[in-house]
């Protein structure tokens, strides 16, 4: 689980485009994800990868 976490907080924090498009953007056409999305994603990919790697410190 704590790899699922780490992968999903790498794409999160490195190409919050993409972790865009994969979970709301392949549902609409012709919008872009506002900038404050695209920073909170950021966030939310850095605390993926916090959690991830404490699973994997813990065995999880």
């Known amino acids: 689980m704590g790899i699922f976490f780490l992968i999903a907080g790498l794409i999160g924090l ?3 485009r993409l972790a865009w ?3 709301e953007g392949w ?3 012709d ?3 506002s900038d ?3 920073i909170t994603t950021r966030i939310g990919g ?3 990868i916090v959690i991830g790697i404490a699973m994997l410190g813990n065995g999880a």
Do not use: D, H, Q, S
Request: cysteine-free; hydrophobic content about 60%; proline content about 11%.
């Open 21 to 23: 498009y994969l979970g």
């Open 46 to 48: 850095l605390i993926a």
């Open 27 to 29: 549902k609409l056409k």
């Open 36 to 38: 404050l999305l695209l």
């Open 14 to 16: 490195l190409a919050p």
């Open 31 to 33: 919008v872009e994800p």
